[in-house]
């Protein structure tokens, strides 16, 4: 017996662009029409950048340098984010995440960068013998409370040093300081007995107390007790060398009469049932990297997307273990989503991704890292580019109505001047065979070329509910929190969509990105999927 969907309990939608229903996001004709709007405005904000983009698309890129694409799609790829946090209306998210991770940079990565990186030059032919470590940690302290950072420092002791040292730095780095710059500063510091500095201007004020956090993390680089507090500072983080003779460092242990081979103990990762066992970098981690990346896209030269060739026959190289360097196979536009990841809008790097790899669930982080095999950095560690990625993702997924953010880029991205929406059904239909990674990649493609598809598959495919794939005259529910459709791996029920990344990965790799990428084609009107 067909199911007929009861709508009436759905969750409700109301797109915040006026003149569109949620429905509309699922018919072609609409998506031009919002593309439309979309076009409007960014004539309306950026009147030279819409004759940019309007010229881009024209021709699509043919005859531009490469350079000048990605240069244009950074400068687009905000006005994307901002237009669909506005369509959702989730502003508000996407605001909070800007300043998060902004607030990120202007202070850990500036501590890092401006303080922790330059402590060897700064400190060039000195050690801390002599040093009072008990008294610098109480003016480090006391430096803390007269500008409000301890109940942070309590929390999340890398942010607060990093605000202060980002603070303090900026402030030395102003050549017209006055008195009346660091008034409040002055008077919140004369009330620490332990902040004796003698100083005789604004500037060797600032000077003074910029030294102790320098000396506090000179020492925090060789005081035990203070390692102990900075071992997991990624401010504190340098690249180390690679190895490829040694990829997996390993130790060899004597186990029940046999030499084994064994790992670090902090790399294991025991296996629980099925549950996931690497639950991928937190934000931090994420934007060490973003800022480990120097965004080689302004030069041509970002190898992680387009493979590091050599410069007499453009072939491409091999590393010295004989692997070629590629860079990502899709050549997403790596590079250009770091810096639109660094500036903290994620829907804009997301849309970014998406340009080249509209399936990204299925990538990233634990499935693939071409890219990394072709970053820049050969001596020392790469840019981890898959948890970039899949950090991205996450984000938006994660939002209010993350799943549905994600799922409309695959269908319209102004960002993808070749195929910015997915075309109506043109009448011809398409066998795929194999709902692999190939085949649902290729569903996807014809898809937003007007093709019907039909995905078979030899594992049995469990089918999904009505209310979220939607029916031929209602959309699906629209799906407000994505852990409404997350589930636990050990709980989880294989739905056999996937081929090699539903059977063939282990419990390292979240597969609820799989159904990310099953329901997104399965609310498409013109794809059906059949399983053995
Ligand atoms: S990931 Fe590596 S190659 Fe790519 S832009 Fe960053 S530094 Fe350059």
Redesign the pocket.
């Known amino acids: 017996m067909t199911q007929k969907l009861n709508t009436s309990q759905f969750t409700q939608l109301t797109l915040g662009i006026p003149g569109f229903e949620y429905k509309d996001l699922y018919d072609a004709k609409r998506l031009a029409d919002l593309l439309e709007v979309f076009d409007q405005s960014v004539q309306q904000h950026d009147a030279d950048l819409f004759a940019e983009i309007s010229a881009y698309r024209a021709c699509a890129g043919e005859g531009m340098k490469p350079e000048d694409i990605s240069e244009l799609l950074v400068r687009m790829a905000p006005l994307v984010g901002t237009f669909v946090a506005r369509l959702f209306n989730v502003s508000d998210v996407r605001e909070q995440q800007i300043g998060t991770i902004r607030g990120e940079f202007d202070a850990v990565f500036v501590y890092r960068t401006e303080i922790v990186g330059k402590l060897a030059g700064r400190f060039k032919g000195q050690t801390i013998e002599g040093w009072d470590i008990a008294q610098l940690n109480a003016q480090l302290n006391a430096l803390l409370a007269a500008t409000g950072k301890q109940s942070l420092f309590a929390e999340d002791p890398e942010l607060a040093v990093g605000q202060l040292g980002a603070e303090l730095w900026r402030l030395s780095q102003q050549t017209d300081l006055s008195d009346t710059d660091v008034a409040v500063l002055k008077s919140q510091v004369s009330e620490q007995p332990a902040l004796n500095i003698a100083y005789d201007s604004a500037a060797s004020l600032i000077a003074g107390l910029l030294d102790v956090v320098c000396r506090w993390s000179f020492a925090a680089k060789q005081v035990p007790e203070l390692q102990a507090v900075v071992a997991k500072w990624l401010s504190f983080k340098v690249p180390e060398k690679t190895n490829l003779d040694n990829l997996v460092e390993h130790a060899s242990v004597a186990q029940n009469g046999y030499d084994v081979w064994a790992c670090d103990e902090h790399h294991h990762r025991r296996r629980d049932g099925f549950a996931l066992t690497d639950k991928r970098f937190n934000q931090r981690q994420t934007l060490y990297e973003v800022d ?6 302004d030069r041509d ?5 387009k493979g590091i060739k050599n410069k007499k026959d453009a072939t491409f190289k091999t590393n010295h273990l004989g692997a070629l360097m590629t ?1 990502c196979p899709l050549e997403e536009k ?2 250009e989503m ?1 810096v639109v990841k660094r500036q903290g809008d994620n829907i804009g790097a997301l849309a970014m991704i998406i340009i080249d790899n509209p399936m990204c669930p299925g990538t990233g982080h634990r499935i693939c890292n071409d ?2 095999r ?4 050969q001596k020392t560690e ?2 981890n ?1 898959p948890q970039i990625e899949t950090n991205v993702l996450t984000d938006v997924l994660f939002m209010p109505w993350g799943f549905e953010i994600y799922s409309l880029l695959t269908r319209w991205n102004p960002l993808n001047v070749k195929r910015s929406t997915a075309l109506p059904y043109n009448g011809k239909n398409v066998l795929v065979a194999g709902m692999g990674p190939a085949g649902y990649t290729l569903a996807h493609y014809l898809l937003n070329e007007g093709f019907g598809v039909v995905g078979i598959d030899a594992l049995k495919i469990e089918p999904l509910p009505l209310h979220l794939t939607g029916d031929r005259e209602n959309p699906p529910m629209p799906i407000m929190d994505f852990q409404s459709l997350y589930e636990d791996l050990d709980k989880r029920v294989m739905l056999g969509f996937g081929g090699v990344a539903e059977y063939g990965i282990t419990v390292r790799w979240d597969k609820n990105f799989l159904k990310v990428i099953y329901l997104t084609l399965l609310r498409r009107a013109a794809f059906k999927c059949y399983g053995g």
């Open positions: 480990h990346c120097i965004y080689c896209h030269n970002d190898s992680c997307s860079g790596i590079s770091h890219c990394m072709g970053c820049i950095y790469s840019v580019i």
